[in-house]
């Protein structure tokens, strides 16, 4: 689908600029400030504006112009680009700028409920609205080839016309006009890295106590997560279809058995199962209401009632 979006979304000059669009962000942190460097480099004018104005002097040495107020950093372009600590900020930041005209990008980290909120906000203030989630660290920010992008939903109109400058930074992907979509995607995507995470965390403790370095066991862990993630394409077509039971390399049943393997070895090696017992009780609760020729897709069913 991001696919398809993106590959229908016309690319137009906005404002009327001649040469290199101008824009305004608002918000300098680590985050903040590695998108302004990313825009100057790439020649684009830009100002910006920080709660804090020792984090934008710097900037200044490389070309940003500095404004005093938020108010004055809106009013010096169309586009303004929100790069804030959350969501209340935006409202203490704009909570007086006449936002008319404005086409406003919000690259805040937030829920869906609140990109929604905002944009019906923005929409009442005189603004187009297009919110974002920055799939990247800041070191990803300006470097090429890094993998990084931002997730964008919102005004299609607002994505087409200030694309070219929204992708400097990093890679673009339109999700849809739905403003939530963005931080929806966001927020999946972080939560299935966080378990990730915790998978490796587990993995390291259990190997912790013994004469086995971390940085010879790392490469082994790296390959085996990349090979187990094109699951995910088995698990979306599954939901797709509703036929939890296609495809199923090994069922439910299977790896419900395997998994007292794992609590036992973690006991032996004095690890708590913490990290894992939160999964493996789902996996159980499935298994007992009859499915255990599928695969481990019904456990979405299990959350999401």
């Known amino acids: 689908m991001i696919a398809s979006e993106i590959a229908t979304t016309l690319v137009v000059m906005a404002d009327n600029t001649i040469g290199t669009p101008s824009l305004t962000l608002l918000g300098l942190g680590s985050m903040g400030t590695a998108l302004a460097r990313a825009w100057l480099t790439a020649g684009h004018p830009l100002t910006v504006w920080n709660r804090t104005p020792a984090r934008a002097e710097p900037l200044a040495a490389e070309g940003a112009a500095i404004a005093r107020t938020a108010a004055e950093a809106v009013a010096a372009n169309r586009l303004v680009v929100l790069c804030l600590l959350d969501d209340a900020s935006i409202d203490e930041a704009l909570a007086d700028v006449d936002l008319t005209g404005t086409d406003l990008v919000n690259l805040t980290t937030g829920t869906p ?13 005189g603004a187009r609205f297009l919110d974002g989630g920055i799939m990247a660290v800041p070191p990803m920010i300006g470097a090429a080839d890094s993998g990084g992008y931002i997730l964008y939903s919102g005004s299609r109109g607002l994505f087409g016309a200030h694309r070219d400058t929204l992708a400097v930074p990093t890679g673009t992907a339109y999700v849809g006009a739905a403003p939530g979509l963005a931080a929806l995607y966001d927020v999946a995507l972080l939560s299935a ?20 370095p971390p940085k010879d066991f790392a ?28 495809d199923v390399t090994s069922n439910l049943a299977m790896q419900v058995a395997g998994n007292a393997t794992l609590l036992r070895t973690a006991e032996e090696q004095g690890v708590s199962t913490e990290l894992l017992t939160p999964y493996t009780d789902l996996m159980e ?21």
């Open 113 to 125: 409920d609140q990109a929604r909120a905002r944009a019906e906000w923005a929409r009442a203030r």
């Open 285 to 305: 609760r499935r298994l007992a209401d009859g499915h255990g020729d599928e695969d481990t897709t019904g456990l979405v069913d299990l959350l999401a009632h």
């Open 193 to 212: 890295m966080t378990g990730m995470f915790a998978g490796v965390t587990h993995a390291f403790a259990l190997i912790r106590t013994e004469d086995v």
């Open 219 to 246: 490469p082994l862990l790296a390959d085996w997560l990349t090979a187990m993630a094109s699951s995910v394409y088995t698990t979306a077509d599954q939901l797709q279809s509703g036929d939890y039971t296609t």
